[in-house]
């Protein structure tokens, strides 16, 4: 799962240049990170942590005295060993306040309107902008900039003390989120970064919806920009409208999330007593009623208190503050309860895992079936069969057609467009959907992940022949040719890799080829048609039969030579197709029948068991460390 940027900020210090907080999740200078999974698209951007190499060794871990350090190391190794375990976009945010000072750590609350529609996103930026207002001062710039803003669009709000004229105004891009500096005084010195946006939770009667889900849900929501695609949060606050919103929020199970999730109701008129709820109930026209009249005069600021405690905002901003409020030294409890969600979540999967090891039979463990066998054996046929078919029609249809030599002339731009549209359609495209789902097969039998011999590519870089380079030698490659991948397909890619091969090198030389006969054509006419001009002016022709004769022999010729190589060229890349395709389709059979042959299994049942407890055990030793931090 990705992970989201947010704005870095060293030790004992605030907020620096304004960058897009939700847009660049990168650590501090001096932390190694894997290169591999660095992107840069213009500014730094949040760290896509790529599948990372099972091993089955445990590398003993430096021991320190400092039990921050102690889970920063620990939560690395966790990662590095067991990226399908955890949520990797949360684990990066979780090391990103690791690294930051105690008591300065940068906390990330979502505001999410639940559901969407013209109740709950108006109630989400109204419940953001009483948050945010200072009664003591006039409507501010960033008010009205909240209140153009398009709620259907994602915007971040960084709460920092005022520090220029620029503070409160909007900077937005096309390629990152829109971004609102705002100073507020009563949330002021807490580093806060706030996401507002929607959000679809997951719904279901009272018990079925789980909480990992729900945290994956809220706790990662999905940002429709191009820099990024998910962003991970300390904190969510759902915000719902009216009474079908209070209806979807009580189905979820939000006491489970140990405070990291908070709902909220915009009811007017309803208290909470009223309802016997327990999420809270909002009333937020009372709230900017209460900052209206405050902003007359301080002669009302009764009233103003009366209808801030009234409209049960103040509940809201206790729990901001709970959240991000630390002592100098401490762990700010966001922080802490992030961890803690992404442990807890680590273990569920761990359980899940091993249950579902537990559960396979020794069947399944051992060799396949043979009616897995035999499935293999009915594939193959159909490979065979479809490359003959689909060619056969490829080759005599309407598109083969119109490359024929005479017709160069008006479509010599279309011969790479007209073999590529072939390739994609009738190189087999069924065969290679089946392979994968007998592939899939095969894993879920054997209990692994089998390794199947891949096709050969290049080491510079370039796309080799098929024909030279054995698609079926076992050497391990990206079936995406001309591309080093960190892990081997898990499928033979080897008629991928061969339509790849096709699209990439004879195609373009077929379209060079014709593209050259073409103009040698036009060039040997032209000249000879100049030669017979000026043989009858100059009167070394004594008529114009014998000038045109002269064009005329020219002209055949050069036609001649042209459909002769043409035709040549167009039956040797049909031959090549053919051939290549009963290679892939003989090298995919080779590397299947090798995975059966030795059981197919990479990792035994064993295997991943041992896997598993040593992640359950990196899991307790964060638990240990988190315990022993400040």
Not at 129 to 140: G, H, M, R, S, T
Request: aromatic share 6%; proline share 7%; net charge neutral.
């Amino acid at each position: 799962m990705a992970s989201k940027p947010t704005l870095l900020l060293g030790p004992g210090r605030r907020y620096r240049t304004p960058v897009c907080p939700f847009c660049s999740l990168v650590p501090r200078p001096g932390r190694a990170e894997p290169r591999a999974t660095r992107r840069d698209v213009g500014r730094r951007h949040h760290v896509r942590p790529g599948p990372w190499p099972s091993t089955t060794t445990t590398t003993p871990t430096p021991t320190s005295t400092n039990p921050r350090v102690e889970l920063e190391r620990t939560l690395l190794e966790l990662r590095d060993r067991a990226p399908n375990l955890v949520n990797l976009a949360r684990l990066q945010l979780a090391l990103q306040g690791l690294r930051q000072t105690p008591g300065q750590e940068v906390v990330r609350v979502a505001i999410l309107g639940l559901g969407g529609g013209s109740g709950a996103r108006p109630a989400a930026r109204r419940v953001l902008k009483a948050l945010l207002a200072d009664p003591l001062v006039e409507e501010e710039a960033w008010e009205r900039e909240l209140e153009a803003h398009d709620s259907s669009k994602p915007l971040t709000v960084l709460v920092a003390p005022a520090a220029g004229p620029h503070v409160g105004l909007e900077v937005s891009t096309d390629s990152a989120l829109r971004e609102l500096r705002v100073s507020s005084p009563g949330l002021n010195g807490l580093n806060l970064e706030l996401l507002l946006m929607d959000v679809s939770a997951p719904y279901g009667a009272p018990g079925e919806v789980s909480i990992e889900s729900l945290e994956d849900a809220v706790l990662v929501p999905t940002v429709d920009v191009p820099s990024a695609d998910a962003t991970p949060v300390h904190q969510a606050l759902l915000v719902a409208h009216g009474l079908t919103g209070a209806v979807n929020v009580s189905a979820l199970p939000l006491s489970e999330s140990s405070g990291s999730l908070r709902a909220a109701v915009q009811m007017e008129g309803v208290s909470k007593q009223q309802l016997e709820a327990d999420f809270d109930i909002i009333d937020v026209s009372l709230a900017e009623q209460g900052v209206r009249l405050f902003r007359q005069g301080p002669q009302h600021a009764m009233d103003y208190e009366r209808l801030w405690f009234a409209s049960n905002l103040p509940a809201l901003t206790a729990w901001l503050k709970a959240g991000a409020s630390s002592t100098e030294r401490a762990t700010k409890p966001a922080v802490r309860q992030l961890i803690a969600s992404l442990l807890r979540s680590a273990i569920s999967s761990i359980q899940t895992e091993q249950a579902r090891n537990l559960s396979r039979t020794p069947a399944a463990q051992g060799t396949p079936s043979a009616a897995l066998d035999e499935r293999f054996a009915e594939w193959a046929q159909r490979a065979h069969a479809e490359l003959q078919d689909e060619l056969d029609l490829a080759f005599t249809g309407r598109r083969w057609r119109k490359l024929r030599w005479w017709k160069l002339f008006w479509r010599v731009d279309d011969v790479a467009m007209f073999t590529n549209e072939m390739l994609s359609r009738r190189f087999m495209p069924t065969a290679e959907q089946e392979l994968v789902y007998l592939a899939g097969r095969i894993a879920e039998l054997v209990g692994g992940s089998p390794t199947y011999p891949q096709p050969a590519s290049s080491r510079d870089g370039k796309t080799p022949g098929p024909q030279k380079r054995g698609l079926g030698s076992g050497e391990h490659a990206s079936a995406v040719a001309g591309t080093t991948s960190s892990a081997p397909p898990r499928w033979p890619g080897h008629i991928a890799f061969t339509r790849r091969y096709l699209q990439t090198e004879t195609v373009p030389a077929l379209q060079s080829l014709a593209q050259k006969l073409v103009l040698q054509s036009l060039g040997t006419s032209g000249v000879t048609t100049s030669l017979a001009a000026l043989l009858y002016v100059s009167s070394f022709a004594s008529s114009l039969y014998e000038a045109g004769a002269v064009a005329a022999l020219g002209i055949a010729y050069s036609l001649g030579r042209m459909q002769k190589k043409w035709e040549t060229a167009r039956g040797f890349w049909e031959g090549e197709v053919r051939e290549e395709g009963r290679k892939a389709v003989r090298a995919a059979e080779e590397s299947v029948a090798t995975v059966l042959e030795d059981g197919g299994a990479s990792r035994t049942v064993g295997e991943q068991m041992e896997e598993l407890q040593r992640a359950r055990d990196l899991v307790a030793r964060a638990e240990d460390a988190l315990a022993r931090m400040e």
